[in-house]
């Protein structure tokens, strides 16, 4: 199978392409690095966005400390 050029000069595998992704691994790995907050849901309550890796600290006590 032909691989196809990613912006970067990286290429991008046919089944990768496929399932949508327009960017090699390489620049997907640094394009996801620029997430700055996630989504964490509350125990009986709703979902809350984290900006601070400190608050997500405790939050799950059952499974222990995120390191």
């Known amino acids: 199978m032909k691989m196809i050029d990613c912006v970067c000069g990286g290429e991008i595998s046919p089944a990768r392409f496929a399932l949508g992704y327009r960017v090699c691994l390489a620049c997907g790995e640094a394009k996801a690095k620029e997430r700055k907050f996630t989504v964490v849901p509350m ?12 608050d ?12």
């Open 43 to 54: 125990h009986k309550s709703n979902y809350v966005a984290m900006f601070n890796r400190d």
């Open 56 to 67: 997500l600290k405790g939050i799950n006590n059952k499974g222990g400390l995120i390191k």
